[in-house]
């Protein structure tokens, strides 16, 4: 018999919470599904269709894609269980990033198991490394200090990288920019990394990006974009919001993505100079301190990359979506930006009030 024991306060603080939302019809129910959505799926056995996949071009479900999974997987086994600074950097992961860097045009790149992980890694990196070889490694102390000047609709996982970081941070106003050049012209005198999202993961909108890499370079500050919903929809080969916009690569000093949105798998990756991404794997705990990504997944993106680099079935999947969210607008839901407007992946619909929307 298991002998009972009381609970900790802490416990039951979080306990709490969860009755308290059950009570207010709040807490989100996690259902069960047969087999992923194509778009089509089966929920306690009705046959629904989803708005919500992530799984933007169908890319996982084509043949060459599970075929190169499966070579993998009898190839290098399962899972890898090892850092790719210890025993688990394979031939497929370095190929992988070869493939993401020439598709982002960019130097080098580098791959991580998720794309909140990615962040969450990468930006406290980014802003800390000079700080971190000071300290651990006697590295001359340089004299100005680092501030993020950060979209204020950006994703959860920046968010959560900003309070690892230990640089300070500052939000401005959602694709704001004479916001954003106020905060620059005030902090002159510290060096400066400016993130935003290409494809703002909760709307849809686009950042200006133009507009925010022509101040990063009037005010000598470095860029990253988070495209994680923009890449493999936008851009006439499918690169991304960059491409889109018709800005130059190296315009953009990190360019970040996503594996789970168009290449329908797992993982993130962070693009950039070589000399920039090679620092990066030695500093960002979520590289170095953690086991690599499965090769029987890498593969499989190495594979979905070769058919998203095409172009042609990121601007089939744009038409068939553009159409869906137009078929919704006319059925009476409530889209927060124009349908015509929207070339994308990404159409909120709001039903009801903010509770149940």
Not at 21 to 28: F, I, N, Q, S
Not at 59 to 70: I, Q, W
Request: glycine content about 10%; some cysteine.
């Amino acid at each position: 018999m298991i002998a009972t024991q009381r609970r900790p306060q802490m416990a039951d603080s979080l306990a709490a919470v969860g009755q308290w939302l059950e009570h207010e019809g709040l807490e989100l129910d996690e259902r069960v599904v047969a087999s992923l959505p194509r778009p089509d799926l089966v929920i306690g056995g009705r046959r629904v269709v989803s708005f919500c996949s992530n799984n933007y071009l169908g890319l996982s479900h084509l043949y060459p894609v599970k075929r190169a999974a499966r070579r993998a997987l009898a190839r290098y086994s399962y899972a890898t269980t090892e850092s790719r600074k210890l025993g688990g950097n394979l031939q497929i992961l370095e190929q992988l990033e070869s493939r993401i860097s020439e598709f982002k045009s960019a130097e080098a790149a580098m791959v991580c198991a998720t794309g909140l992980l990615t962040n969450v890694a990468a930006i406290p990196a980014i802003v800390d490394a000079h700080g971190f070889s000071s300290h651990f490694y006697g590295m001359p102390r340089q004299s100005k200090e680092h501030l993020i000047l950060f979209d204020a609709g950006a994703h959860q996982s920046i968010r959560m990288s900003l309070r690892i970081a230990r640089s300070k941070s500052i939000k401005f106003a959602h694709n704001n920019m004479q916001d954003l050049e106020r905060l620059l012209s005030e902090h002159r005198s510290m060096d400066v990394l400016i993130i935003t999202e290409g494809a703002f993961s909760m709307d849809g909108d686009l950042s200006p990006l133009a507009a925010v890499a022509d101040l990063a370079g009037e005010f000598d500050a470095a860029l990253y974009v988070d495209d994680a919903h923009g890449t493999g929809v936008y851009g006439p080969k499918g690169r991304g919001v960059v491409e889109h916009f018709g800005i130059a690569s190296a315009r953009v000093s990190f360019h970040m993505g996503t594996f789970s949105k168009a290449f329908g798998a797992m993982g993130g990756f962070l693009a950039g100079d070589a000399p920039l991404i090679r620092v990066l794997k030695s500093f960002a705990p979520g590289y170095r301190f953690t086991s690599s990504l499965p090769a029987e997944v890498a593969a499989g993106i190495v594979a979905g990359e070769r058919v998203a680099a095409g172009g042609g079935v990121a601007v089939a999947g744009l038409a068939v979506h553009r159409q869906v969210l137009c078929a919704i607008a006319v059925a009476g839901l409530v889209i927060e930006h124009d349908v015509a407007a929207c070339l994308g992946d990404v159409g909120p619909a709001v039903v009801g009030d903010l509770v149940g929307a």
